[in-house]
């Protein structure tokens, strides 16, 4: 293959990725949308899920910066008449400044589900048809999905950045 092929294929992968991202999310409201009979146990599972996606959405709002900033350098840039930017330059400049702000959006948004995460992880039920608690058929959310066992990466952590601040 060619580097060039390489380059498209790396650049549909990752647009692929933020679609199926995309695409996952709008499912999630659609099947919440009828609000289907769940356990606190079953929302509890969800909402870590989300919190994970939330925790990782800085740092593809940096690196997706950072690949901003090289085309600087590895294009020649030129703005279209649709916008009042002239200068691409400047355009970067003021995207990178937004997915600044995304990212402590996101940082924000973990938090709050994570809160959410961490107020449900403790709720149990059971059948109110089962009469008792003793006969009853108790549904908590697997101990996988607690909060102490999953972190979002530390700056210390050796990946590609730092992690979502606690």
């Not at 961490?118 to 109110?128: P, S, V």
Request: proline fraction near 5%; glycine fraction near 4%.
């Amino acid at each position: 293959m060619t580097e060039n092929t390489d380059l498209a294929n790396e650049a549909a992968a990752v647009i692929d990725a933020a679609r199926a991202a995309e695409h996952a999310i709008q499912h999630l409201c659609r099947t919440t949308l009828t609000r289907p009979n769940m356990t606190p146990a079953q929302v509890d599972i969800v909402l870590a899920h989300l919190a994970d996606a939330a925790a990782a959405l800085p740092q593809a709002a940096r690196q997706l910066g950072d690949i901003l900033e090289h085309a600087k350098t590895d294009y020649v840039l030129e703005m279209d008449n649709l916008t009042e930017i002239n200068d691409p330059d400047l355009a970067i400049d003021t995207a990178r400044l937004h997915l600044d702000g995304a990212s402590e959006a996101a940082i924000s948004l973990y938090r709050r589900l994570d809160a959410a995460h961490n107020a449900t992880a403790h709720i149990a039920t059971f059948d109110r048809e089962a009469g008792t608690r003793e006969a009853a058929v108790w549904d908590v959310a697997p101990r996988v999905h607690r909060s102490e066992d999953r972190r979002p990466p530390t700056a210390s952590g050796g990946g590609t950045g730092p992690g979502v601040p606690r």
